[in-house]
């Protein structure tokens, strides 16, 4: 399984942007970075995904490194509800041919008010 | 839209005795997963199912887990005879298989069933 590397934990106050790094040194052409996260008592739940350029959506922003090789996740404006679990993923596909989500550890984010 | 909807929510048994958590996906879903989260850990695929059939249960210890998906919609995962490390949180997903080359097969999970196996 392709492999990420994330922080174990990181904090940041409220309203400030967060950037969240992750480490995908083995990523190949055809993996999708995914990013979920899972608030407590929740399951995940998806927030954004990208191939090789950058993308934006309303709950986030992701930029890719031009060799792929790292992405960060950033929260433009932090709020008290977006403390939680975050997940990067790389989507494979497995040797039986599906599509394959392998989470991690991912990276607890703490807001202080 | 109605979510994916997972039950029960709670479940203590003693080891050696059996389990089944049931999960209703999104209308229209084809794909359905189940993940096993052991407190501190992330997610873990057990079983992948594609309509009906299976596609990915390289995970899953058949020796005491078993899964179905019938009529391609709702699905039951059994756990007969439970182990003390069988205590963690079930978690059910869905999603619209958008093919392979799509990269935007966006899974949506319920709120997982926690087990306690005393």
């Known amino acids: 399984d392709a492999k990420t590397t994330q922080p174990n934990s990181m904090e940041s106050n409220e309203e400030e942007p967060v950037h969240l790094p992750c480490n995908h040194s083995?990523?190949?052409?055809?993996?999708?970075i995914h990013w979920y996260r899972q608030l407590p008592s929740q399951g995940p739940e998806y927030v954004i995904h990208?191939?090789?350029s950058n993308v934006n959506n309303r709950m986030a922003s992701l930029a890719i490194a031009e060799d792929r090789k790292s992405s960060t996740l950033i929260l433009h404006r932090a709020t008290l509800r977006d403390a939680a679990v975050y997940y990067c993923?790389?989507?494979?596909?497995?040797?039986?041919?599906?599509?394959?989500?392998?989470f991690g550890t991912g990276t607890r984010l703490t807001i202080i008010p | 839209e109605a979510g994916v909807a997972q039950s029960p929510r709670y479940k203590i048994i003693e080891k050696r005795q059996s389990v089944a958590f049931w999960c209703n996906p999104i209308?229209?879903?084809?794909?359905l997963y189940w993940y096993q989260q052991i407190l501190g850990q992330g997610p873990k695929l057990l079983i992948q199912?594609?309509?009906?059939?299976?596609?990915?249960d390289s995970q899953l210890p058949k020796d005491r887990f078993s899964a179905e998906r019938l009529k391609g919609v709702d699905s039951t995962l059994k756990i007969q005879p439970a182990k003390l490390e069988d205590s963690a949180v079930y978690l059910c997903?869905?999603?619209?298989?958008?093919?392979?080359?799509?990269?935007?097969?966006?899974?949506?999970f319920g709120a997982g069933s926690r087990l306690t196996v005393l």
């Open positions: 997903a869905s999603s619209l298989f958008a093919g392979l080359s799509s990269g935007a097969n966006v899974l949506t």
């Open positions: 083995t990523i190949s052409g055809t993996d999708y």
């Open positions: 990208g191939l090789t």
């Open positions: 993923i790389l989507r494979e596909i497995s040797n039986f041919g599906n599509e394959k989500l392998t």
């Open positions: 209308s229209g879903h084809a794909t």
């Open positions: 199912f594609q309509n009906n059939g299976v596609v990915d």
